[in-house]
């Protein structure tokens, strides 16, 4: 057996504990990258899965605005004709009913304004024929106030139809 000098004699005596030593830091690194690759892609499929429930939602949420877009459309442009139904108003009438399921209630607050603004509008035209106090213009601001509406339904609804991801940074 040859002698070896004290520095290498120190070296293997020491070899082992430190190879061990680094083993498990490369194993340990090793994980701890696997665990933090695995926690991001966890991550990402929940901000996907986050996403595709706020389409679903927007997708919703648009058909009510254009049910009441259609409402004001409606009342404005047909509510004078003869063969106008009054009970059309009806099924959208529902819709916003249910909006509360998807709006904020201050919007729900506006959406039954605009159904009351409605409502007040063809009652008024409906009595308008057999009504001596008959007014045409409160006839005129109900309608204007309408058209008012109308026009700013993109407005009304765009803080809440509005897609954050595509609009962060861009203050509310």
Not at 31 to 41: D, E, F, L, P, S
Not at 53 to 69: E, Q
Not at 147 to 170: C, D, I, N, S, Y
């Amino acid at each position: 057996m040859t002698d070896l000098p004290p520095c290498l004699e120190l070296a293997k005596a020491f070899a082992a504990p430190v190879a061990a030593i680094i083993a498990s830091i490369v194993v340990a690194t090793s994980a701890g990258v696997i665990a933090w690759r695995q926690w991001k892609t966890a991550d990402q499929q929940a901000q996907t899965s986050l996403d595709q429930l706020r389409f679903a939602l927007f997708k919703d949420r648009f058909a009510i605005y254009n049910n009441v877009k259609a409402l004001l459309r409606m009342v404005i442009n047909d509510s004078h004709k003869p063969d106008f139904d009054m009970f059309a108003v009806t099924e959208h009438y529902v819709v916003i009913d249910e909006a509360r399921f998807f709006f904020s209630p201050e919007l729900c607050e506006r959406l039954q304004a605009v159904q009351a603004d409605c409502q007040q509008f063809l009652e008024g035209r409906a009595r308008q024929p057999t009504d001596p106090d008959y007014n045409p213009r409160e006839d005129a601001a109900r309608q204007t106030r309408l058209t008012e509406k109308f026009r700013g339904m993109a407005k009304t609804f765009e803080k809440e139809l509005k897609f954050r991801q595509l609009t962060r940074g861009v203050p509310d």
